[in-house]
């Protein structure tokens, strides 16, 4: 396998996100004709860039598939691949058959139930944010905004939102070079290699789903993990290893994801007052500001598809078996696309950014629970005329994976 660089850019060691996304190297990829292979472990992958090449490879998905090898970036043993399998890992038919079941639970008008509680949490932490006069908004308004609702709308206890924020940041670092955890952890009895990022957070989060669940099956509520357990569809079901692979990836995604995309848009309008402004001043401003909050933060910075046969992408011939792996975050910088991309622009139109994957089958479920949480956030901030300002450099999360952020010093005036 050659490359089509001579000198190929590393973009996959985990410190290289210490200081944020390393965009000049995808820059330098992206001005690069095909793709670029790029070595990792005993081979490589060809690194997808450019905006047009990650919409297409997401849309052929018998070319580039999610269920052979694995959709992270290192390669699982077969019986590690279907312990883990999750919606994320799959191909039709058997992706198809998943999304139709559980997609009723994500539809717009099934998420709209949720929006006054949604609400309800967002002013609460906001006005003890702000009585405070600012501080971590990482701490005490971006993780348990996300988190407070993806539970509520689970029918988890709130009582119980500390532990599962704990376990989500310690899957994220599953994804870094020195996790912490020991292999033993949270009663962790499983081979790492059969977990979920492997790390023990994950056998944590199995344990408690499938404990929520069977309470559930007994006592059902008005809640989502009452739904996935009675779910049927001509006498198809959530089996017990897809249900609790399904709830480990809605409380990962559902928390972790839209915590950076909540944290990444208050950075930038801190560090953009004059976009923020634009919003303050206009309500129409908070849809298009939103959706460039999404563009601006890309929470998920890659995901991985494995050629099914010879195949090629933007005239690289890739052959079967190989890794092709699509950045978003740099197609969301595609200077082919995005005018400036570079340039927070709160009124930016058109703006058809791929922060939830590039289309096709996989394009993120939660998509609409997303936009939603951000829209509120950004319309309860614009009610009470909040100012950020950045007091300290934030603290980012050594993950090539998730675009995450431990900790944003921030305060807060009125305008």
């Not at 709160?346 to 479920?365: I, K, Y």
């Not at 997303?370 to 999360?397: C, G, I, W, Y």
Request: overall charge negative; aromatic content about 8%; charged content about 25%.
């Amino acid at each position: 396998m050659t490359s089509t660089t001579s000198d190929p850019v590393d973009v996959t060691t985990s410190s290289l996100y210490l200081d944020g996304f390393p965009h000049e190297r995808f820059t330098a990829m992206r001005e690069t004709p095909g793709l670029t292979w790029h070595p990792y472990g005993d081979s490589g992958f060809w690194a997808v860039t450019r905006h047009a090449d990650v919409k297409e490879a997401s849309k052929r998905p018998t070319d580039f598939s999610s269920g052979i090898g694995h959709t992270n970036l290192w390669d699982l043993e077969p019986d590690a691949l279907e312990a883990r399998r999750s919606i994320l890992d799959t191909d039709a038919p058997d992706h198809t058959r998943l999304r139709r079941l559980v997609s009723k639970a994500f539809t717009p008008k099934a998420i709209r139930v949720w929006e006054d509680v949604t609400r309800q949490i967002t002013c609460e932490l906001l006005d003890d944010w702000m009585e405070k006069g600012g501080g971590d908004w990482v701490a005490e308004v971006a993780a348990p905004l996300p988190i407070r609702v993806i539970l509520t709308i689970l029918g988890v206890p709130v009582e119980d939102a500390d532990y599962l924020v704990e376990i989500s940041n310690y899957l994220v670092e599953g994804t870094s070079d020195k996790p912490s955890l020991p292999a033993d952890a949270y009663g962790n009895s499983t081979e790492l290699r059969l977990l979920p990022f492997q790390s023990p957070a994950s056998h944590a989060l199995y344990e408690y789903g499938e404990q929520l669940g069977a309470k559930r099956l007994a006592d059902p509520q008005e809640d989502m993990v009452t739904m996935l357990v009675q779910l049927e569809d001509d006498g198809d079901r959530l089996s017990h290893n897809e249900y609790r692979n399904f709830f480990h990836a809605l409380v990962f995604a559902g928390n972790e994801t839209t915590r950076t995309a909540i944290t990444h848009g208050a950075m930038a309008f801190a560090d953009n007052p004059d976009q923020w402004q634009r919003i303050l001043d206009d309500p129409a401003m908070v849809e298009p500001g939103v959706e460039e909050l999404l563009r601006w933060a890309t929470p998920v910075l890659h995901m991985r598809r494995t050629a099914a046969a010879d195949t090629e992408l933007a005239g690289t011939p890739i052959a079967a078996g190989d890794k092709v792996v699509m950045w978003y975050m740099s197609a969301n910088r595609d200077e082919a696309v995005f005018d400036d991309p570079f340039r927070f622009d709160a009124g930016r139109d058109p703006n058809p950014h791929l922060a939830f994957g590039g289309g096709g089958p996989h394009f993120c479920l939660g998509a609409f629970l997303a936009r939603m949480e951000v829209t509120v956030l950004v319309e309860e901030m614009r009610k009470r005329n909040m100012v950020l300002e950045t007091r300290s450099p934030a603290v980012h999360a050594p993950s090539n994976f998730v675009h995450g952020v431990l900790s944003a010093e921030m305060g807060v005036s009125r305008a």
